[in-house]
């Protein structure tokens, strides 16, 4: 009884969930915007990847971040330093970001900003290889990070968060040479769970790989511009 309880609820969860995300993609949609949920366990390098990205990015197209975070705004001051809109969202107890959570993210961006001017939204995630996988936020594409210091098994371990990376980046590499760590066992164990996910493997202390991240963005973006429809939503909240 009690595991069919538990089961029922979950689905419900994650359907309210689902109909959240649809109606913050449906915001991004229509005002142009491309949105990634980059997502990796705790210390996988998604902050200072962010940073990275801003430095070179944000000379390129308008990028606005949501950064959540259980209890801290740390990572969002770092990212703040760059100049662009950062909007920080504590999740207190809970390990991931919901689609609620990022709607009021939204919905301050446009208050604060003109939501139009951006054309890119970078969402990262709490620090956790497993529930950010199962909770859309209105994403277009999901970045996950796995670093070569967690171990090649982790794709078959955790094996949500690899299914559903529309780009994986292997982080960390300059680390190899003091690791006994086999990048081709982490990619072939990524592929045996998504053979179709794009895999980068990057360092972002010595730039190794960046240039072809950078690119998939570009790429992602342009993308997006082209396929463009016309949209109108209506919202409540905002
Ligand atoms: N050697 C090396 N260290 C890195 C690299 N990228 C990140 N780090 C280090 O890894 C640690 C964690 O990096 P963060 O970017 O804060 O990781 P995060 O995924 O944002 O962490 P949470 O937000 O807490 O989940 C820091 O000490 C970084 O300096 C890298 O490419 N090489
Ligand atoms: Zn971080
Ligand atoms: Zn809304």
């Not at 446009?110 to 970078?122: G, K, M, S, T, W």
Request: with cysteine.
């Amino acid at each position: 009884m009690h595991q069919t309880f538990n089961a029922a609820l979950e689905i419900n969860l994650l359907h309210a969930n689902q109909a959240g995300a649809d109606h913050n993609r449906s915001h991004f949609d229509e005002w142009g915007i491309t949105c990634f949920n980059v997502m990796s366990s705790p210390g996988a390098g998604k902050t200072v990847l962010l940073e990275r990205s801003l430095a070179t990015l944000g000379a390129q197209f308008k990028i606005a971040v949501i950064e959540g975070d259980m209890t801290t705004e740390l990572d969002a001051d770092r990212l703040r330093q760059y100049g662009v809109p950062v909007i920080a969202i504590n999740t207190g107890r809970s390990c991931h970001l919901d689609s609620k959570m990022v709607a009021g993210g939204i919905h301050r961006l446009a208050h604060e900003y003109n939501p139009r001017e951006f054309e890119l939204v970078i969402v990262e995630n709490v620090g956790n290889l497993v529930c950010p996988a199962e909770f859309e936020v209105g994403e277009h594409a999901k970045i996950a990070l796995l670093s070569i210091t967690e171990g090649e098994d982790k794709p078959l371990k955790y094996p949500i968060m690899f299914q559903a990376a529309d780009c994986l980046l292997i982080t960390k590499m300059d680390l190899a040479p003091y690791l006994e760590v086999d990048i081709n066992q982490i990619v072939a164990n990524v592929r045996q769970i998504n053979p179709y996910v794009t895999i980068i493997p990057v360092s972002a202390k010595t730039g190794e790989g960046l240039e072809t991240w950078f690119e998939w963005v570009r790429r992602q973006i342009h993308q997006k511009s082209e396929h463009q429809l016309p949209l109108s939503i209506s919202c409540a909240n905002q």
